[in-house]
C-alpha cells in the first residue's frame, strides 16, 4: 500500500490571461471537480478540497491528499496551468 501524501498550493490567474471574467470565474467555480477528475484518474482515492484565498476571487487554496509521485503531480498540475491560464503555488 503506498503512503498518502498531502499537498497545499495556491491557483491564482496570471496576469494578462486573455480569458475574460466571466470564464476565470467559472473555472475558479468548477476548480475542484476539475482536479479531482484529475487526479483520480491516477488515484481513485484522491481528494481534493478547494478553498477561498484571503488574496480574493481570482486565488484558491487547495489541498490534495493522494499516493501519486511528486513528478505525476507536478506533470498533472503543469499540464492543467498551461490548459487554464493560471498559476500553481506550494505552500509551505
Known sequence: MSAK????????????????????????????????????????AATVTVSDSHKGGGNKIVELVTTLPDGEIAGILQAFSGQHGVTVSALE
Not at 490571461?17 to 476565470?24: L, P, S
Open 5 to 44: 501524501t498531502n499537498f497545499s498550493f495556491e491557483v491564482q490567474y496570471t496576469e494578462g490571461t486573455a480569458a475574460g471574467k466571466d470564464e476565470r470565474d467559472g473555472m475558479m467555480a468548477s476548480l475542484g471537480p476539475s482536479l479531482q477528475k484529475l487526479f483520480s484518474a491516477g488515484d481513485p
